[in-house]
C-alpha cells in the first residue's frame, strides 16, 4: 500500500487524460519527434518503460566495457521508465553519460540504428520536461511504544510466530 503512494503525476498525466493544453506545444513537437523515432516502441504504457527488451540492438554500446550487463537468460534487459529522466543522471546502467542529448543520441545508435541529430535531440528532451512530476511528501507514522496491551495484527496469536528454521550445512 505505501508503495502504491510512491507515484509522481506529472503534467503529461494530465495531456493523456485529455488536456492538450497541460504540455507545451515545443513539448508536443518532441512528443512527435519520439514517437516518430521509434523510441516509444520500448518505452511504452503508462511509465515509458517497464518492460524488458534486448540492448545494444544495432549497434554496440560505447561503453560496454564498464560494469556487466548481460540481462536475463534470453539477454533481456528492463526498459527504464522515462518519468523524471532529466533529474535522475547520469544515464545508462553504468552511469557513463551525464548528458540527456548524448544519451538521447546513444539511444538511437544503439537501440534503433539510426542518426538522432541535434534538433531532435533537444526536441525529446524538451518533451521529457513533461515528465518531470510531483513528488509524494513521505510522512513516517510516529507509532507509540508497544506494552502488553497493544493489539495484535487480527489472526495473529501468541506463539503463532515460531523462530525460521537454521539452515543445515
Ligand atoms: C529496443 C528498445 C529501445 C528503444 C527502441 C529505445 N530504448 Fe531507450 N532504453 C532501452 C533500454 C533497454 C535502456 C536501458 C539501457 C541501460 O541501462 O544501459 C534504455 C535507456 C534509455 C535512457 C536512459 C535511462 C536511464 O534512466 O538511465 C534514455 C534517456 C532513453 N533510453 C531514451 C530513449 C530514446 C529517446 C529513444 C529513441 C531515440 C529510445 N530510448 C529508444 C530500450 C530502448
Known sequence: MFE??????????DFLRGNVKAISRQEQEGLKVFLDKGCVGCHN??????????FQVAAPYKFANVGDFKG???GM???PTLRNIL??????????????KDAIKEMGAIQ??????????????TFFNALTGKKPTIIYPDL??????????????EGDVKPAKQPTH
Open 4 to 13: 502504491a503512494t510512491l507515484v509522481t503525476p506529472s503534467r503529461y498525466d
Open 45 to 54: 504504457g503508462i511509465n515509458l518503460g517497464g518492460m524488458m527488451q534486448p
Open 72 to 74: 536475463d537468460k534470453n
Open 77 to 79: 534487459v528492463k526498459v
Open 87 to 100: 533529474e535522475t543522471m547520469p544515464y545508462f546502467h553504468n552511469g557513463q553519460y551525464w548528458n540527456i
Open 112 to 125: 534503433l540504428g539510426t542518426t538522432i541529430n541535434d534538433e531532435e535531440a533537444t526536441k525529446i528532451a
Open 144 to 157: 507509540p511504544v508497544m506494552s502488553a496491551s497493544t493489539p495484535k495484527p487480527e489472526g495473529i496469536m
